[in-house]
């Protein structure tokens, strides 16, 4: 399959700062992009959307101005948590897919963020 | 919108039993179903994708079947081992994939 990579790994910051985490595939354009959220013992959430050039699709109860989501190029998306709070401490997981429909998805090895 | 049910949510059994993990989903609109194993605090390992014009899917001990008309799943471990103590991840694919929240199974040796 398909390798996506994710970095940081694990990330640890002050409340209020923002924290950047990088999406990259590695052997395929990812023509979509999507970020996924998963909370201790909880299962994954679908928190957005992301095609090539195009403006991010928000699941509805996900801040868009708090979580930002640039899907530059076919092989780059970055999700920048703003003015982090503890509670935005979470594992985020990003995919990707050579297109929509029955493609499959390739999922990142996930960033733990936890926010002081 | 798509809601995704795994059941049980939780499962202990003994090594070597045969079981089965169960998963329903209320859109039959979909272009996939995908099984994954999530081990604690790690991401996600692909086990199995069943396309919407196939039935089954096998690998090894596992075997995951479609029912997309009835909106049902269901992966079968064979002679289960302490090795397969994991969450198992059930999810469907339209647009993006939506995720069940899982059976963590437990196997005793």
């Known amino acids: 399959g398909a390798v996506v990579s994710q970095h940081p790994s694990w990330v640890i910051c002050k409340s209020g700062t923002s924290v950047k985490i990088e999406c990259r595939s590695l052997?395929?354009?990812?023509?979509?992009m999507f970020w996924y959220r998963q909370f201790p013992k909880q299962s994954l959430m679908l928190m957005a959307t992301?095609?090539?050039?195009?403006?991010?699709?928000?699941e509805q109860g996900v801040e868009k101005d708090k979580f930002l989501i640039n899907h530059a190029s076919l092989t780059l998306s970055t999700l920048t948590v703003t003015s982090a709070h503890p509670e935005d401490s979470s594992f985020y997981i990003c995919?990707?897919?050579?297109?929509?429909?029955?493609?499959?998805?390739?999922f990142g090895p996930g960033t733990r963020l936890t926010v002081l | 919108k798509q809601e995704v049910t795994q059941i049980p949510a939780a499962l202990s059994v003994p090594e070597g039993e045969n079981l089965v993990l169960n998963c329903s989903f209320t859109?039959?609109?979909?272009?996939?179903l995908q099984w994954f194993r999530q081990d604690p605090g790690k991401g996600l390992t692909s086990l199995l994708l069943?396309?919407?014009?196939?039935r089954e899917q096998t690998s090894g001990r596992l075997n995951a079947s479609l029912d997309k008309s009835s909106g049902r799943s269901t992966l079968y471990i064979a002679a289960s081992q302490p090795g397969d103590s994991a969450t198992y991840l059930c999810?469907?694919?339209?647009?993006?994939?939506?995720f069940g929240k899982g059976t963590t199974l437990s196997v005793s040796s």
């Open positions: 995919s990707a897919a050579g297109t929509s429909g029955p493609n499959e998805q390739f």
């Open positions: 052997d395929f354009q990812a023509t979509t």
């Open positions: 992301s095609n090539e050039g195009s403006k991010a699709t928000y």
């Open positions: 859109d039959s609109a979909i272009y996939n």
């Open positions: 069943i396309q919407s014009s196939q």
């Open positions: 999810a469907v694919r339209r647009d993006a994939l939506i």
